[in-house]
C-alpha cells in the first residue's frame, strides 16, 4: 500500500513526534520521543500525517495573509495621518497592556507555568467582543491552570467552573489553544446546564449543525472532547471528513478511528457524558513559535473565531 513513512525518519501525530521502526503492509511500529513503543495501521497513521501537513500549511497561509492585511492597513493609516505638533515630552507610566506572547510565557516554572499577561488579555478579549457584539462579557483565570473563560456574567458561576459555557484561551509548553468549550461534572446532567442545552440545541436545528461545519472547515478547528474513565484525559479528537466526521482515539496499544455522521456524533457524546465528568472543546492551536511571532494582533483573530462560535454560545446559555 501507498504510504509516506520511511523506517529511521520522523513524523508526528496528534500525541506527539515518532521514529518509524519498521513497515510491513499495513502494520508498523513507532516510538516516541519518550521512548513509547506503539504498533498501529500505516493508512491511520498516514491519514493523520497528512492532516497535520494539511492543517500547518493552511495556518501558514492564513496568516501570511493576515500579516499582509495588517501591513496593507497601517500603510494607509502613516499615509493619512496629519503631522503631529510637538509636544512636551513624559515619562510613560506603565499599562496593564497585552504586548503579544512571550516565549517565557511557555516555560514552566517551579508551580507550573505561568502566563503573566492573562489578567490584561483576557480584558482585552472581553472588550473586544463587547464591542463586536453589544452585549456585556468577563473575564474569568482558571484557578491553578495557564487559562482564561470569557463568558457573559449572567451566564457564568466560578464556583461550579466545571459545568460553565464560555470562551476560551490556554497554553502550555507546546502553544497556545482558543476557542469554545463546555463541560459536565459527574452524574446525570441537569436540563437547565449549558451541555444539555447545546445537545438539545445541535439535536433539533440543522443550522446550527450547519454553523458548526462552516467554522469548523473555516478557522481550522477540532472538536476534543476529555472525561472521566479510570482516569481524566481525552477520549476523542473528532475532525471534519468529507462525508462528516472523523473521530480518533489513540490508545497504549492501537489508534481507533471511524467515520460519524451528526446522529453518530451526538449520539457518542450523550453516551460519554451519560453519567461521567466531560469537557468538550471546540479549539484551535498554535504552536509556541506561531503565537509569539504573531504579536498583540493575536487577540483580533481569536475574537473573530468567538464570533463564528457565538450560535454555538448562545445555545448552550439556552438564549
Known sequence: MAHPFEVGKMYRNRNGEYTVMAVDGDKM?????NGTTLA????????????????????????????????????????????????????????GR???????????????????SRVAFGKIMASELDRRTGETFSKWLVPLQPELHIARPEQYDP?????????FVAISEKGVTSGF?????????????????????LAAGKQLQQT???VMKARNLSLDVYAM??????????????????????????VISREMDWEGLLGYLQE????????????????????VSAGAAISRDMVATFVALMPLYEASIGS
Open 181 to 201: 468549550c463546555v463541560g459536565k461534572p459527574d452524574g446525570r446532567a441537569d436540563p437547565a446546564w449549558p451541555w444539555t442545552n447545546l445537545l438539545a440545541a
Open 29 to 33: 511500529t513507532i516510538r516516541y520521543t
Open 159 to 167: 464556583e461550579v467552573g466545571s459545568r460553565n459555557a464560555a470562551f
Open 229 to 254: 474513565e479510570v482516569s481524566y484525559g481525552q477520549v476523542a479528537h473528532i475532525t471534519l471528513s468529507e462525508t462528516g466526521f472523523l473521530w480518533e482515539r489513540e490508545t497504549d496499544s492501537q
Open 272 to 291: 460519554v457524558g451519560a453519567e461521567a465528568r466531560v469537557d468538550l472543546y471546540l479549539r484551535n492551536s498554535l504552536s509556541n513559535e506561531e503565537a
Open 212 to 214: 458548526v461545519e462552516s
Open 98 to 116: 497585552f504586548a503579544g506572547f512571550q516565549e517565557s510565557d511557555f516555560q514552566p516554572k517551579a508551580r507550573g507555568i505561568a502566563w503573566s
Open 40 to 95: 498501529t495501521s500505516a493508512a491511520i497513521q498516514s491519514r493523520i500525517w497528512e492532516n497535520i501537513q494539511f492543517e500547518d500549511q493552511a495556518a501558514r497561509e492564513e496568516e501570511k495573509q493576515r500579516l499582509a492585511q495588517e501591513a496593507r492597513l497601517a500603510a494607509r493609516k502613516r499615509a493619512t495621518r496629519p503631522a503631529a505638533a510637538p509636544v512636551e515630552k513624559k515619562v510613560a507610566k506603565p499599562r
